[in-house]
Structures are given as C-alpha cells and as structure tokens.
C-alpha cells in the first residue's frame, strides 16, 4: 500500500505523468505489462509551470506598417521596442511582436510565460530529457525579461520559456 501512495504522491507533485502512473499501478498488479508500459513510453517531466502564452513573435517585412495595423486591429499600444528594431504590443499580461526577420507572414516562435523562471536549470532538466536549449543573453534582444531560453519541439517548432508577465 505504501508503494501505492508514494506513486499517486509523486504523480500529484508532478513527477510522473498520468500514464506513468497507470503503468506504474498496473505493475502491482500485473509487473510485465507495466514493464513493458514504461519502456515504450519517454519519460517527460515538467520543467517548469506553465502560467500563460506570453507571447508571439511574427516575421514581418515592413515592421512599422505591421505595427501600425495590429495597433488600429486591436486597439494596443507599444509596450517596448528591443534593440533589434522589433516593436511589442501590449496584450494584458503578455505581448505580440513584430520583427523583421526571414519568412515574412510566419510565426517565428511562442513564449510560454513560467512561474519561478530559471533559464540556467531549465535548460539543464530539459538537457536531461535530451532536448537541447539555449540561453540568449544578448541585451540588445530585449527590453526586460533577463536571460531568454530557446528550444525546438516537436515538428521543429520554436519554443521560448521567459517569467510570466515579461513584456519584451
């Protein structure tokens, strides 16, 4: 029974994810199936929670005129201007960004705002999950935030983790 709380503890701290734990439990019961379970099944844990979509940053060709249409769009103001010539509008708790920057009308990446933001060990638990970050700790990148962490997910996609609130 005690190896049974420990499990649903662990889950409930997030340190299993939902189907680890169910393969864990089947293992008390039936220990081959779990066995098999978790070996087909890449062990993911959090690196860090999740508290809102802070941002996205667009490729733009002519910034300005973009900027001046999603202001007029959406009724926002700028909130900073990065030394890299991009220019941030406000949208409550996080921003949309637009750069000038290869492959105009595509999204470059997301922001994921995180609780207790530490890009030195986020990267290193995501280093222990095999996916590989990194660190831009170029000032002229942003007005604010400190150090920004990069990474690919899945299909390639862009990912950046920043503290929740950080308005460029």
């Known amino acids: 029974m005690e190896h049974i709380e420990a499990l649903v503890d662990a889950y409930d701290a997030r340190r299993l994810s939902r189907r ?15 066995a098999a379970a978790v070996r087909q099944t890449p062990a993911i844990a ?7 979509l802070n941002h996205a940053s667009l490729a733009v060709s002519d910034v300005a005129a973009a900027a ?11 909130v900073s ?20 920057l290869a492959n105009p009308g595509t999204v470059n ?10 890009p030195e060990r986020i990267a290193a ?28 997910g899945p299909d390639n996609c862009r990912i950046q983790l920043g503290p929740h609130g950080y308005q460029g």
């Open 109 to 118: 990446h997301i922001c994921i705002g995180v609780a207790d933001y530490d």
């Open 20 to 34: 680890e734990l169910i393969a864990a439990l089947a293992g008390v019961a039936v220990p081959g199936v779990a």
């Open 68 to 78: 001046d249409f999603y202001q007029r769009l959406l009724d926002v103001n700028v």
């Open 125 to 152: 638990r995501l280093k222990g999950m095999g996916v590989t970050a990194t660190i831009d700790r170029n000032p002229a990148n942003r007005t604010s935030g400190g150090d920004q962490l990069y990474f690919n």
């Open 46 to 52: 959090p690196v860090a929670q999740g508290r809102s």
């Open 81 to 100: 201007r990065p030394g890299n010539g991009g220019i941030n509008l406000g949208l409550g708790d996080g921003f949309l960004g637009v750069y000038k």
